[in-house]
């Protein structure tokens, strides 16, 4: 394959290079487009990476003591972190403020919950930013809703613009060193201020990865639009992606019709009525650019396609469709409404890790909805074949960076009816996700000349094992491994 100007300009079986400049043998490895995440967090993500890892604890002193060693490391500084699940925590709890206040030796301490829709913080947070007033404040130091957005705001908005950059630099090449070539930025007033995203547009233009950047900000009028878009010197793709219909099920924030199974008399929270999706979604249709929702639970579904279907009404199904509006997450979503986003051209943005994480019986889904409704969540096959198309992404920091773990939770959904091949989930995660931002790429996973040069090389770890490295890798050889369980491919080059 030769490469001339960021083109592909020859791919030739015998693998002529007397032309060329540089000559990279990749000894057989398998050559794919680049990934694409399709729903990212940079910041964010590179918070947890320089910050407190709670993903794989399990106790809350394994959590205190990572905080305690951080405030030591850090003299006078935030010490944020993110990733606990309660559920596996030995004491069934997070930690407590009073327990953050005496591990981070009175230093503002903030960990989100692993869903990024709760979050517990210790007392001199919760006093600088007047948190015991807000809605969603618990005693004890657990936050949601305005209660865990103002916490968000007092520890994110004032981070320095020096330590910002190295949050960013270093995300974006974790993301880089993991295959993925093009991030999604899911930006909003209540994650993170104008400059966060505009800074980080400006590092990743020659930086290790693109950046397609996303605003999640309610409007109701042609007017109010441009104004967000002016802001940003139209450098948005559209007013989408955490722009919140609902919250998340770890949380108990995902709007539900029916009661959660582990706490029946509480439905979660709507955040936007059906109204407000309408208008907005007319709104980005007549300026000509995406808009969509974070949504989850199956009543959040069940309104916001409402809301779509009285925006089409006023638009025309053609122009909503053509568009191309998304959704995020968009996990309870019934067999009708899955018709309906197909028939007005709605992408939906998904992360099959979700279901690898908590899907299946005794983990989180089925404690919080019971088995049958856990099991409906994720509907990848059915969207498919109603003709949704799909963006695969991570939701970073939510769950990590790491692609081929997504493919292969979408060959293994818990759900089998529900399970996708190889070569669609691959193009889901590579494809799929330029399709969702409107940006050109390859017509299939096949590169081709002719395609821009943004592909990466995997190797088989199986193979290696096996003593044939020298043997080429396929996409067959690749399926035995990810349907089997064995290790990932590896990542042996990106360009972009």
Not at 167 to 178: E, F, G, I, S, Y
Not at 191 to 207: C, N, Q, S
Not at 257 to 283: F, K, M, N, P, S
Request: hydrophobic share 45%; glycine share 12%.
């Amino acid at each position: 394959m030769l490469v001339r100007d960021g083109v592909i300009v020859r791919i030739t079986p015998e693998g002529a290079a007397d032309d060329a400049d540089e000559v990279v043998d990749l000894n057989g490895a398998l050559l794919l487009p680049g990934f694409v995440d399709a729903h990212a967090h940079v910041t964010d993500t590179g918070l947890l990476l320089a910050g407190v890892d709670c993903s794989g604890a399990r106790s809350v002193t394994e959590i205190l003591d990572r905080v305690a060693d951080l405030a030591r490391r850090q003299p006078g500084r935030q010490v944020l972190g993110h990733g606990w699940d309660e559920l596996n925590l030995a004491e069934g709890r997070p930690p407590t403020a009073q327990e953050l206040d005496n591990a981070g030796g009175g230093a503002v301490v903030y960990l989100s919950r692993v869903d990024v829709h709760s979050a517990v913080v210790s007392g001199s947070l919760a006093d600088r930013a007047g948190l015991k007033e807000l809605e969603g404040w618990h005693e004890g130091g657990r936050i949601e809703r305005d209660a865990h957005h103002a916490a968000r705001h007092a520890t994110r908005f004032a981070i320095p613009a020096a330590e910002r950059r190295e949050l960013q630099l270093l995300a974006l090449r974790h993301a880089a060193d993991r295959g993925i070539v093009e991030l999604h930025e899911m930006s909003a007033p209540h994650i993170a201020p104008d400059e966060d995203l505009l800074a980080l547009l400006d590092l990743a233009e020659p930086g290790p990865a693109d950046v397609v950047a996303y605003r999640g900000e309610l409007v109701a009028t042609e007017t109010e639009a441009r104004e967000v878009l002016d802001r940003f010197g139209g450098r948005l793709a559209g007013l989408a992606g955490d722009l919140m219909m609902d919250g998340a099920f770890g949380s108990r924030t995902a709007g539900l019709l029916a009661g959660y199974e582990d706490a029946h008399d509480h439905r979660g929270y709507l955040y936007a009525t059906t109204e407000q999706v309408r208008d907005h979604i007319v709104a980005c249709t007549k300026v000509g650019v995406q808009g969509g929702f974070h949504v989850i639970g199956d009543h959040a579904v069940a309104e916001l396609v409402e809301g779509l279907r009285q925006a089409a009404q006023i638009v025309g199904n053609a122009a909503l469709a053509a568009a191309g509006h998304r959704l995020e997450h968009v996990e309870g979503v019934s067999g009708r409404d899955v018709y309906t986003l197909a028939d007005l051209g709605i992408i939906a943005s998904v992360q099959p890790a979700f279901d690898a994480f908590w899907g299946g019986h005794g983990q989180m889904y089925a404690k919080r909805l019971g088995v049958d409704r856990a099991l409906a969540l994720n509907p990848f096959l059915s969207m498919l074949r109603a003709g949704v198309a799909l963006a695969f992404g991570s939701d970073s920091p939510v769950t990590p960076f790491a692609p081929w773990e997504g493919v292969r939770a979408a060959l293994r959904h818990h759900n089998r009816a529900q399970r996708l091949d190889l070569r669609t989930a691959i193009e889901a995660h590579t494809l799929g996700g330029r399709r969702a931002a409107h940006r050109p790429g390859p017509a299939t996973v096949r590169l081709g000349e002719g395609d821009r040069a943004e592909f990466t090389a995997w190797t088989s770890p199986g193979l290696r094992v096996a003593n044939v490295s020298a043997e080429p890798v396929t996409l067959a050889v690749l399926a035995e491994e990810l349907y089997g369980g064995d290790p990932v491919p590896e990542l042996v080059l990106t360009r972009r």
